[in-house]
């Protein structure tokens, strides 16, 4: 089988940083991907590791370890549009398994 | 360059009745994958289809359920005798190449199926 795991919830203040981890359990991994997603929006894509270490987009950055099944996403300088869901998603060969996700509060 | 069209956007229909979602994927793209995704649930994988062929249909309920992605046109989900329980948004994504890639999937905004 397979299993991801990331928290259900987080609250950050508006400029904070806020760092999302996920847990993964899975056969033929290819890499860790992020999404995010709006209320009543589509899943969009923020960034993919597919080898270790950090990868960084403008405020948001990604980060995994293959060897401890863990990746996490870094978001810096909050601001109030951050509010979404944030998804990790195991790459396999032919598809994409998402996480349940984590709903992202800000606070002013 | 339209990105994933699908449609409609939102479908209202009584139990017992059937659905059609359709999705047309990027231009260029000719992979596409369904998910399923219920109130405060990630998304969960359907099926993965190319041109004409099923690729991986494990995420599929055994029953009532079913996709095709034909040589011409949309790909269509078809989901027969819907129950209350499949009222959810079904998303589509498309992408050039199979699993995706650096860049991740593109996805359609979605049809918000009602079942009443």
């Known amino acids: 089988g397979q299993s991801l795991e990331q928290p259900s919830e987080v609250t950050a203040v508006e400029g904070a940083i806020v760092q999302i981890n996920c847990t993964y359990q899975?056969?033929?991994?290819?890499?860790l991907s992020w999404y995010q997603q709006h209320d009543g929006g589509a899943p969009t894509f923020l960034s993919y590791?597919?080898?270790?270490g950090l990868e960084e987009t403008g405020r948001f950055s990604s980060f995994l370890s293959r060897s401890d099944s863990y990746g996490y996403l870094l978001l810096q300088e909050l601001q109030m549009k951050d509010s979404a869901s944030y998804f990790c998603?195991?790459?396999?060969?032919?598809?994409?398994?998402f996480g349940k996700g984590t709903r992202l509060h800000i606070l002013p | 360059n339209a990105g994933v069209m699908q449609n409609p956007r939102h479908l209202v229909r009584r139990r017992g009745q059937e659905a059609r979602l359709r999705c047309s994927p990027m231009?260029?793209?000719?992979?596409v994958y369904w998910y399923r995704q219920l109130p405060e649930e990630g998304l969960k994988f359907m099926v993965y289809?190319?041109?004409?062929?099923?690729?991986?249909e494990s995420g599929m309920p055994k029953e009532r359920f079913s996709a095709e992605f034909p040589k011409e046109g949309p790909s269509i989900l078809r989901i027969q005798q819907v129950v209350r329980g499949d009222s959810a948004a079904y998303f589509c994504?498309?992408?050039?190449?199979?699993?995706?890639?650096?860049?991740?999937?593109?996805f359609g905004s979605g049809t918000r199926l009602t079942v009443v």
């Open positions: 994504a498309s992408s050039p190449v199979s699993g995706g890639r650096g860049d991740g999937y593109t």
């Open positions: 899975t056969s033929g991994f290819y890499g």
């Open positions: 590791n597919g080898l270790d």
């Open positions: 998603a195991v790459r396999k060969v032919d598809k994409i398994i």
């Open positions: 231009k260029g793209h000719s992979h």
């Open positions: 289809l190319q041109k004409e062929n099923i690729i991986d």
